[in-house]
């Protein structure tokens, strides 16, 4: 069964995507990746979602306008995509309500409607809501996935994704949760000052020297003395929140960078260490930092860092493969969820689907959910351009 997976992250910089063909023998499941590809969003559309998220206020007409503008850009990315059988799209997380470390509610806007008329394809969507309702996080969801690539792997293993938020997933304590900001800060201190998006190969970071004093502070927020399963987001690590603790240093852009990309690989790489791991798969946009990576790699112990593009996955699109496979596993009537890493009351089947052109019709209900994964990218190099 051929899956596109469509996701856009707490870098709300565009969508990503990924069709994955998908096929299970003898509790292994296969995922050939065909496509993978970014779609940015449109400078207007994204300013407009920044503006929309916490602490700023926001009217529900303006949500009702979001939901549908990312809905068609959602579209536009999965009439790019390639053609599949089934659509699994997570949307833009808008909020994730959080009180007391318990998760309230979540939205994530995205119209799927929307996709599905422009495709024909049914849409499975809304995928975390089930797991919160259940008692869960509603995150991280990518850790059923991140188990099932670590199944076999020698030692005591992990997977790390470094997009806006960090996560980790343990594979020997079966636990997956957010250990704080990877690049949520250090993109709000670059999009403040010079309003790029983010930066570029850690240029400017590497360029400045590590505020010792502002780290301490940075280092002492709560949130990462908290307990796992925990999760969190830009509720919390905001433009508002860098702002309150780094102004009264003044620091020069350089070195605000130097400062938070060392805050990021501090937080994940105690985690590291706690955990005693030899093999961590890292993925997310923060592979593409050198700085990040080189500062992760001298503080993570005797941990080897190794992209996940070694294991079949590539690095950008590792969000998008796993929500391939949460669609899959929906469509045979399969939870994807493990309740260690989310904090939930059991596993679930994620999502709601709404169907495509003609009659929905889904595959025969499998009985046993894989217990290994197998994935092959191969066919995907050289095709990511195409459906940028």
């Known amino acids: 069964m051929r899956v596109l997976g469509l996701i856009s992250g707490t870098s709300h910089d565009g969508i990503d995507s990924a069709v994955v063909d998908w ?4 509790g292994v499941l296969t995922g050939v990746v065909e496509r993978t590809g970014e779609r940015p969003y449109d400078h207007e559309l994204r300013a407009r979602i920044v503006a929309a998220l916490p602490p700023n206020p926001i009217d529900m007409a303006e949500v009702c306008r979001l939901d549908t503008l990312i809905g068609q850009a959602f579209a536009d990315a999965a009439e790019a995509g390639g ?3 089934l659509i699994c799209s997570h949307g833009q997380t808008l909020y994730h309500w959080v009180e007391g470390g318990t998760v309230r509610g979540t939205l994530q806007l995205g119209q799927p409607a929307w996709i599905a008329e422009r495709t024909g394809v049914p849409v499975v969507s809304d ?3 089930r797991d919160v309702s259940a008692g869960g996080q509603g995150a991280p969801l990518v850790s059923f996935f991140d188990l099932l690539l670590l199944a076999g792997l020698p030692g005591r293993s992990g997977a790390l994704n470094l997009g806006g938020i960090a996560n980790l997933t343990v594979r020997e304590l079966g636990i997956a949760y957010d250990t704080g900001p990877a690049s949520a800060l ?7 000052a010079t309003g790029m998006p983010y930066d570029e190969d850690g240029r400017l970071a590497a360029a400045g020297r590590v505020h010792e004093e502002l780290l301490r502070d940075l280092l002492a927020e709560p949130y990462y003395r908290a307990l796992p399963p925990k999760t ?34 501090e937080t994940v790489a105690a985690e590291i260490r706690r955990h005693r791991l030899d093999t961590v798969i890292v993925s997310g946009g923060g592979v593409r930092n050198p700085v990040l990576v080189g500062m992760l790699r001298e503080r993570a112990g005797r941990a080897r860092i190794a992209p996940s593009d070694e294991f079949g996955v590539p690095s950008d699109a590792k969000e998008a493969i796993a929500f391939s496979l949460f669609g899959w596993m929906t469509a045979h009537g399969l939870p994807a969820t493990v309740p260690g890493c989310t904090g939930a009351t059991g596993p679930r089947v994620l999502g709601a689907i709404t169907p495509g052109r003609g009659p929905l019709t889904l595959p025969v209900p499998l009985r046993e959910a894989p217990d290994r994964m197998r994935l092959d990218a191969a066919s995907a190099r050289g095709a990511r ?3 940028r």
């Open 232 to 265: 969190t987001g830009k509720e919390l690590f905001h433009p508002g929140y860098l702002a309150r603790i780094a102004s009264p240093y003044g620091p020069a852009l350089p070195d605000l960078l130097a400062t938070l990309t060392a805050l990021t690989a």
């Open 127 to 129: 995928l975390r809501a």
């Open 385 to 387: 351009a195409a459906v």
């Open 83 to 85: 053609p599949a059988d």
């Open 186 to 192: 250090m993109d709000a201190a670059v999009s403040a």
């Open 23 to 26: 096929s299970m023998e003898d």
